[in-house]
């Protein structure tokens, strides 16, 4: 069964959380939401410490709101759909079903607050 972990970060620089979580829980998908986060710097940390796990960053820049790294072979992800706040991968992995992943970003809208108050 795949560990999926989804975090909205809120900009903040939580490289070592994000880096402890995935190793700890053995994640083998990890979204996050505004992420200010280099994926380089992520993907060092990632793959430098557990051997044998590769962590790679696909079709991030489809996806400006959500970044997705995967434990999976390459050819085991695929891009579906990407619109808005909404990333869609489909993920097949080496065991196991396939799968669609769906990511999901809600950015109020400034003025439709300001209404409100």
């Known amino acids: ?10 900009k903040k620089n939580l490289l070592q959380d994000i880096v402890y979580l995935c190793h700890h829980h053995n994640v083998d998908v990890l979204i996050l939401a505004e992420s200010q986060i280099s994926e380089v710097d992520l993907l060092l ?7 044998g ?7 991030n820049h489809l996806s400006p709101r959500l970044s997705f790294f995967f434990r999976y072979p390459l050819q085991s992800i ?26 999901y970003t809600y950015l109020a809208n400034c003025t439709l607050m300001s209404g409100n108050k």
């Open 78 to 103: 695929r891009p579906v759909a990407d619109s808005g706040g909404v990333s869609i991968r489909q993920i097949s992995p080496p065991i196991g079903m396939s799968l669609l992943l769906v990511g």
């Open 1 to 10: 069964m795949a560990t999926i972990l989804f975090w909205n970060i809120n």
């Open 53 to 59: 796990s590769l962590y790679l960053a696909l079709f």
């Open 45 to 51: 940390l990632l793959n430098s410490s557990e051997p």
